[in-house]
């Protein structure tokens, strides 16, 4: 181990510091909504901020689908519901508004862009798996408020008997999020520009996925820690089997899917290390990735735009007519590797914060991270170089540029507010951590 | 004033990729080179650099909250390095203008070399692990674009094993310096190899491994060399000067930066990197001597120059660094000659194959280009490589360790194939391979009318078509030269040899131009070998004519008896080198 004094980079000074762990950026917003039912923590602060921005953005997004105001329409009540989601401190509620917005999410992705436009491929067998997820859910909640002697979402005393409850709970989120990222793969919306992929990829993994996640196995299940290596090997054994997915997948839509579950999983993974900085971590690469996710996926919408094409084989050199696209894409991806000073970069620092105190962390995030970048780098060379394959429409200059100047500069923006983020969730990340 | 021409030398060259394509079309009419006016902007920038005062100067830059920073720090030669590569940089933008505006994407060529030009500056200055990284991220992304600029599937598969060779080994080092920063609570270049040791073996090595891989991948040593080949063969040939005369030396430069950190000082450690990149030198001396593109020859030869580099940057004396970087330099110089003599051949007879080469149709330039590029890396004495090798091998052998003896012999053996594959470029100029052109087509056929020749003489030399090349050749040229003479002395001093290379300055530029010329005038003057002969005693002539008649046109030159032949040669050069370092090692120790 280092000598002490030799840790003295901020990052972990402002974990270690109570004193330094406050901003008045989020005075006074922390408290009951609706006691009892809805309320505000630090963390469903801190992934309330990234839902209104990755919200703008999306609402934004809608004038360049052609479909204005039906997606107007089910995104704000997609992100209502996503509102209750996080606001949620009952499990009652909490399950109603999980199951809502998942609905609605389900309802965007099946957004045609003309009446006679495309057809499904189907629903078996990736629609299943968020009927799964729910019942698995409904399942393990019920079993938490049976031993938990309660509905309320509070942490559980130390000595609770869980029983199966929190893998069931750890089951339904892992397939109710693969049942979202399906959602944008199985969709055929007459190869229009859709902003589907980008909501179920970026708000959907976020409020459905890791923010459940980060809610049951932190303040609530966290006091009681039987169930931790299980859920911390099946975490990481999913984030490897993503990331290869994601490596062989020949569809370029369902490539990033499995991407994005890999990110999913990775974050999870770290999570559940459970040291302070690995839940701040966790967090803001949650809400970076989020945002780099829904610019990726409107990038591969644009491109499929374009091409009326989803496979890799008969894709190429769209950067030769979506040179702004492939840039947004490139700067993305960078965010996610955890580039300077994209959004990304911070949780990576935080994660090399958690990851020092040894143990099977270090190795296995360099795998990942190493898996990350190749599939990344063969998404963007086989989409925007080699040859054009048949007619290939041009970009549409404008909304892909606000878009990108909207994404890029909100992953800039939280590069340089992580501090605030991180100060936000400190305390929290302490109490939680013990 | 010195902070923001340091932020300047950074910001500036990107601030070029994107206003220089705007201008240009705004002033098309004029055909102004206004990405190579940028670079003369940024080589003055460059040059002022000069002017910074000697002791470390550290710009931090706030590059986001949570304690992210960018030192840059001017306390080693940084000025001469930084000049050094803005005048290769402009002296691609300026041969390259005219094929750039002349191909479809040529523009966006152009703008992502101003762009690696930021990678290249940032590399240089970078203080701390972070910087660097972002440098050779910035630098690995444009040259993948730059190949896949073509837009072929050829140029997208290799633009994708160029990426993942270099950026997964980088993405993995990038976890390992957040993890750096975490445990030592810095990530300064300087100050990172004593803290990492101070965390005991097991975690100094998980640390450390991905850096070592990482930067094997860079520096192009076996078993991660092949990026630099593919990219080389798949892209248009100023990408591949880009790669062969740029990206492979910075990787090398990434190696000398991060050795300290990547091996922690250990004497075996460095050792085996010493043998395995004086293996990887010889192992692209093999591949350059068995290619048949001239763009593949040219990355086996960068290949092979940064290697022989490297095993100075790995010898731990002060004799090897200085060696590595002479080498680095002066072989950075020549493979940029060497590569822009190649684009204005291909483009003249317009085939890559090295065996269509023909003298015919190339200008002097390039000619003499190809012959001192080559005679540079070699290398023949008089080149300051010839230098580098010398102090290289002395460095070896006064390490005094058979690990040391080892990469002596394999430098040694490196240095013979290397010269013999060098010199197959001038050698197949020699052929007089013609090509048919619309000239040759006209003069062949029987009936044609005299105005009709008179038209097809009239006609360009497609050589002539290259606008500025001629110009930037010549240049380069002069370049080598001078670099034969300046850095020697200044070698000297810095490795504490009085007179480290056996060539005096003058005796440099009189080897230079006397080669050059001969060169020029052989290839120049007998477009059948054969003829020579007749210029020659009768008595000596049929010997003479049955050898060199094993070089007609019609035939390919046999391999083995030019091998034979430099052997010969170069067993002479390489005694002349291993005593001359040995007498020098004996005075001095």
């Known amino acids: 181990m280092p000598p002490a004094d030799a840790v003295s980079n901020s990052v972990s000074g402002l974990l270690a510091t109570p004193s330094a762990a406050s901003s008045p950026l989020f005075d006074g917003l922390i408290g009951p909504i609706i006691p009892g039912f809805f309320g505000v923590d630090e963390l469903s602060l801190a992934i309330l901020i990234g839902l209104a921005a990755l919200g703008a953005l999306l609402i934004l997004s809608t004038p360049a689908t052609g479909d204005f105001f039906r997606y107007l329409f089910m995104l704000l009540f997609f992100l209502t519901c996503a509102l209750g989601v996080i606001t949620a401190t009952h499990v009652v509620t909490f399950f109603v508004a999980w199951e809502i917005t998942s609905l609605f999410a389900w309802g965007i992705g099946q957004i045609k862009g003309l009446p006679d436009d495309g057809a499904e491929e189907g629903v078996v067998p990736y629609h299943a798996a968020g009927a799964l997820g729910s019942f698995a859910m409904l399942l393990g909640l019920g079993l938490f408020a049976i031993d938990g002697h309660g509905l309320a979402l509070a942490p559980l005393p130390a000595t609770a008997r869980l029983g199966p409850a929190p893998y069931l709970i750890l089951v339904g989120i892992i397939l109710k999020t693969f049942g979202i990222l399906s959602e944008g793969w199985q969709l055929r919306p007459g190869r229009r520009f859709t902003i589907a992929g ?16 980060f809610r049951f196995f932190g303040p609530v299940l966290g006091p009681v820690s039987n169930w931790r290596s299980t859920a911390l090997l099946a975490m990481g054994i999913l984030t490897i089997l993503a990331a290869l997915a994601a490596l062989g997948e020949a569809d370029y839509r369902r490539a990033l899917s499995y991407g994005a579950f890999s990110q999913f999983a990775l974050l999870g993974t770290v999570y559940l290390v459970g040291s302070p900085a690995a839940t701040t971590a ?21 491109a499929e735009e374009a091409t009326a094409e989803v496979f890799l084989p008969r894709v190429g050199g769209l950067a030769q007519r979506l040179p702004i696209t492939a840039s947004l894409f490139a700067v993305c991806a960078f965010s996610i590797l955890g580039l300077p000073p994209l959004g990304g970069f911070a949780a990576d620092q935080l994660i090399g914060v958690a990851a020092q105190t040894g143990g099977f962390l270090p190795i296995f995030w360099m795998v990942v991270i190493g898996l990350t970048l190749l599939y990344l780098a063969r998404l963007f060379v086989s989409i925007f170089l080699g040859e054009l394959h048949g007619p290939v429409h041009p970009e549409r200059r404008l909304p892909v540029l606000l878009l990108s100047t909207g994404v890029i500069g909100t992953l800039v923006l939280l590069g340089f507010f992580a501090t605030d983020l991180l100060a936000l969730l400190a305390p929290a990340a302490r109490a939680m951590t013990g | 004033m010195t902070e923001r021409l340091i932020i300047w030398l950074i910001v500036g060259p990107l601030l070029l990729a994107v206003v220089a394509p705007m201008i240009q079309t705004s002033l098309e009419q004029w055909r102004l080179p206004i990405h190579a006016i940028g670079h003369v902007l940024l080589l003055v920038s460059a040059v002022a650099t000069f002017r910074l005062p000697a002791q470390a100067v550290v710009v931090t830059i706030r590059g986001a909250a949570l304690g992210g920073q960018l030192s840059l720090d001017s306390s080693r030669p940084v000025p001469a390095e930084l000049t050094l590569v803005a005048v290769l940089f402009l002296a691609i933008s300026l041969a390259c203008d005219k094929l750039a505006r002349a191909s479809r994407h040529g523009i966006a060529f152009l703008s992502l070399l101003a762009v690696a030009q930021t990678a290249a500056n940032l590399t240089f200055l970078a203080g701390d692990l972070l910087a660097l990284y972002g440098g050779l991220v910035i630098l690995s992304l444009s040259i993948t674009v730059m190949i896949g600029l073509d837009f072929s599937n050829p140029g997208r598969d290799a633009g994708l094993r160029v990426l993942a060779t270099l950026e997964a080994p980088s993405a993995v080092a990038l976890a390992s310096f957040w993890l750096i920063d975490a445990q030592t609570g810095t990530v300064n270049l300087a100050a990172v190899p004593s803290r990492i040791q101070s965390l005991g073996p097991a975690t100094a090595l998980v640390l450390v491994l991905p850096i070592l891989i990482a930067v094997i991948a860079r520096a192009a040593l076996a078993p991660l060399q092949h990026w630099v080949i593919v990219g080389s063969r798949a892209g248009a040939a100023p990408v591949a000067v880009t790669i062969a005369g740029l990206a492979v030396p910075l990787g090398g430069v990434a190696f000398a930066r991060l050795v300290d950190v990547a091996t922690l000082g250990n004497l075996n450690l460095l050792h085996a990197l010493a043998v395995l990149a004086a293996l990887s030198a010889c192992l ?15 990355a086996y030869l960068a290949m092979a120059q940064v290697s022989l580099a490297v095993v100075g940057f790995a010898t731990p004396n002060p004799w090897g660094p ?74 070896l052998v006064a390490d005094g360790t058979n690990w040391g003896l080892v990469a002596g012999l394999l430098t040694i053996l490196a240095t013979f194939v290397v010269t013999a594959s060098a010199l197959r470029v001038p050698v197949a100029l020699t052929r007089n391979y013609a090509p048919e052109t619309v000239k040759t087509k ?29 110009g930037v050749l010549v240049v380069l040229i002069i370049l080598n030269a001078l670099v034969g003479i300046v850095p020697v002395s200044w070698l000297g001093s810095l490795a504490g040899v009085s007179n480290p290379a056996p060539a005096a300055p003058l005796l ?27 210029h020659l005693p009768r008595g000596m002539t049929r010997n003479l004519r049955a050898f060199l008649q094993r070089f007609h046109p019609e035939r390919a030159i046999d391999p083995y008896l030019v091998f034979g032949y430099l052997l010969i040669n170069l067993g002479r050069l390489s005694a002349a080198l291993l005593n001359n370092t040995l007498g020098r090692l004996a005075r001095s120790g």
Do not use: H
């Open chain 2, 508 to 534: 440099t530029l009189a080897v230079t131009v006397v080669l050059g010329a001969v060169t020029i005038i052989a290839v120049r003057s007998f477009e059948d070998p054969t003829a020579f002969a007749d």
């Open chain 2, 322 to 395: 200085a060696a590595g970087w002479l080498g680095l330099a002066s072989g950075a110089i020549a493979l940029t000659t060497l590569g822009l003599g190649l684009t204005a051949a291909i483009r003249a007879v317009r085939a890559t194959d090295l065996s269509r080469l023909s003298p015919n149709q190339i200008g002097w330039p390039t000619t003499a280009a190809l012959a001192v590029g080559s005679l540079a890396l070699a290398p023949l004495p008089g080149f300051a490589a010839f230098a580098a090798r010398t102090i290289l091998v002395g460095s």
């Open chain 1, 282 to 302: 966790a967090v803001i690469g949650g809400i970076a990735d989020a945002f780099a996710f829904t610019g990726l996926f409107l990038c591969l919408s644009a």
């Open chain 2, 284 to 298: 692209a001396g093999i591949g350059a001597f068995w290619e048949t593109s001239a763009l593949g020859v040219l």
């Open chain 1, 198 to 213: 980008a909501t179920l990829a970026g708000v959907g993994v976020l409020v459905v996925g890791l923010y459940p996640f």
């Open chain 2, 442 to 470: 006209v003069r062949s056929l029987p009936r044609v009318g005299k105005r009709a020749r008179a038209l097809a003489e009239a006609l360009p030399r497609e050589a002539d078509e290259l606008g500025n090349i001629g």
